[in-house]
């Protein structure tokens, strides 16, 4: 590879930057964006090489596209590269759900394509934008690449390779598999803290219940910070997802209020017993790894 | 004061006998449980001066007597100290509700006695047990007091100056109010926690689920790692304020399932960024106490 453009030089698509140029560093990187000031950041940071005059002028012999976007933009996109793709190039998302960004490459990519491979690395962190980049943001990360039947094979090893040469574990699996497990795993979750913050800010008393929030409370609610446009975006772009997971969610609460109606002590010891005997042996192989 | 006794020698009680000796060197501290190695490690530590043969003697000329078991236990307790009570004693309690206490106080202590001030000091930990008690535990934590009829101010006195001596900041309030407010901030959060982990542990794909869980589940469910037993007896105690917010927390659910079936942009993002808002002021003021 001699050419790879990002479109999005934030957190994740500047730390891919980074991780691009320890392994490739003869390799040029075009940073495009909508923030002229991000972009000049990125340079002085030595993140990319350079922005571009044109997307006409920065696809010019582009080996590697990636675009590392908030998702609501990865369409408008796609249909700005179309006209200046040639046959060689791969382009690849960085977007949170996948069932979405596929129908949106069908629909502007050119019909006899191949290089487009749906992606999303694992790889959040509080902290967004460019200053946050760092090497190794995606090492032992898991990165999900899902692979329709328009993709080729070559294609998606480039971008598998591209992804382990950042230290990343790729896997593959359908859009709509990857978008039913994240809708449990993370979607949903955030949906959760969202809607308890929300409950609680609305009410009179507001002031005197964040007084006596604790450590679990804060813990449980730091999804509930994160950005509103992003999760807006997320919710409605895997929306059939998440309605099935509310649906499942709020069977079990109604479970658990049957149990706490007719005082069900051993049914609440069994619910609590079973989950946090899952979240501890999770949590237990998190950190042996 | 000349002597305390400490039924449950934890990490809140272990922690409360550090904090008492530091501020009351010449104390004497008699610690009680029902697990004789735990006190025997107690007493190696220092934590405790010593045990005692019987609740009698324990009880003996006792100033303050300080409940810190689980909260299933301080019935039983009540019952068994109230035959060896002496008028000047003072009993508190640090269990994580407080109605179902004073209830309990009220049937078992003589109907004469104004000495018992329930209260419940916000200052958990991951850790449990002797071994994490630590001097600094309560510093700077809120412990809310909820004296009622039959409390004496010279109660209610002895016990805020004993929180305040380790470093606590204490704040009186009604039981219901008090369990009204830890209903929203802690044990709501703690069942949707276990909900979340025992709907995903149910799951025949719960191995792959938990392979793609990252960092924003892992702080969502680490209250679902709590003790099963613990949040059961806080369930059960605290049941008619939890229904209530169960009951909140689902019509959130159900407007958030609307916004969706509707496609609702705008509605969702004043959700979030209602949520995303309150969460991070409040966890901004928590950075610059």
Known sequence: MNKIVIFGVGLIGGSLAIAIRQAHPAVEIVGLGRDGELLHAATELGVIDRTAASIAEAM???DLVVIATPVAQIRAILQAITPHLQAHTIVTDVGSTKSDVLAYARQALPADYRGFVAGHPIAGAEKTGVTAARDGLFHHKHVVLTPDAHTSAQALQSVQSLWESAGAKVVCMSAQQHDAIFAAVSHLPHLLAFALVNELASRDNQVELFRFAASGFRDFTRIAGSSPEMWRDITLANRSAL????????????QLQTLIEHQDSAGLLAMFEHASQ????????????
Chains 1, 2 share one sequence.
């Open 243 to 254: 309605l099935a997971e509310l649906d499942a969610y709020q069977k079990q609460l109604r």
């Open 278 to 289: 899952a979240r501890n042996t999770w949590a237990e192989s998190l950190q042996s790894q």
């Open 60 to 62: 010019q012999d582009a």
